[in-house]
């Protein structure tokens, strides 16, 4: 579960460290108001996405202005004129692909002086199975960019949970990213305050791209970038609440109220299958056999008919579907069921485009006896490969 930016850093502030002061905008009138709430004499204008690249990004619309989504203003009366540029607008960068995410909050801030920019992430390394540090002088950029390029610039290490944080871990950071004297103290009060945060929040990533040092000396959190562990939400009610559905593909949160494993792809053959392996050997045959997956759905091991219904229909809602496999091979999932859901859903949504399936395992002859006696028009499969290569060709022609 991802978070706004200014949310990020209300969560942040809530701990001790130093952002930046700013108003949250959802309203174009509200505006002025906000950016009249700080004293200047430089506000930041920020559209607030769930996708990076803010700054380097588009917007589709002429009416919006061509300066991105991190705008500097100069007067209270500028910064509204930018907020009321984006609100409303679709903005595309790198990571949101194409189709771009509609800006529907502002965040306003007082502007910073910047010496030096740096950057500094905490995440779940899955090599360690520990919580890392990365941090490096080159603040600013894409990160990715950094590592291909200079790798030598990025120092990462994890933190043995048996002790913790240590000041030496902050030191190890500091000295890392060049800094001196008081600042080094700072830098380890600040580590161990966004540790702390990332350990009682149960997030899986906090990257603070730029962690900037001021002509002062001091350091502040220019911007944040906040995951949560989706499976922990339960424990934090607080951080639930800051979910924006509206960031999230519909598809996906559809999917979650019914406990489905789905995430939405760019192809145009949809898959059901049971169990997160065997739906990622069904994506690669289907790329195998030239064409694209539009989704990875793993209805898992105790589905039930009501279950299955409701992932076919979450499937058929995809525009870009042009035929769909179901894959499934039971094991504590019964083909039976399987089949009653996919003829329920067929029939209570239609069937629109080619469907292939394959069923193997517990109650296989129940369940192809189910598919067969529907009076639906399904293609069967006898293996994994056959149901691919079907519904390729009836997908490709």
Known sequence: MNIHEYQAKALLRSYGAPVSDGRVVLKAEDAKTAAGEMDGPLWVVKAQIHAGGRGKGTFKEADAGDKGGVRLAKSVQEAAEEAQKMLGRTLVTHQTGPAGKQVNRIYIEDGSDIDRELYLALLVDR??????????????MDIEEVAASTPEKILSFSVDPATGYQPFHGRRVAFSLGLKGAQVKECVKLMGILYKAFMEKDMEMLEINPLIVMPGGSLKVLDAKVGFDGNATYRHPDIAELRDETEEDSKELEASKYDLN???????IGCMVNGAGLAMATMDIIKLYGAEPANFLDVGGGATKEKVTEAFKIITSDDNV????????GGIMRCDVIAEGVVAAVKEVGLQVPLVVRLEGTNV???KAIINGSGLNVIAADNLSDGAEKIVKAVKG
């Open 127 to 140: 090599q360690t199975s520990r919580v890392s540090f990365v941090c490096s002088t080159e603040g600013g």
């Open 262 to 268: 789905y995430i939405a792809l760019d192809g145009e």
């Open 322 to 329: 042009k035929g769909i496999l179901v894959n499934i091979f």
């Open 365 to 367: 002859d129940e369940g």
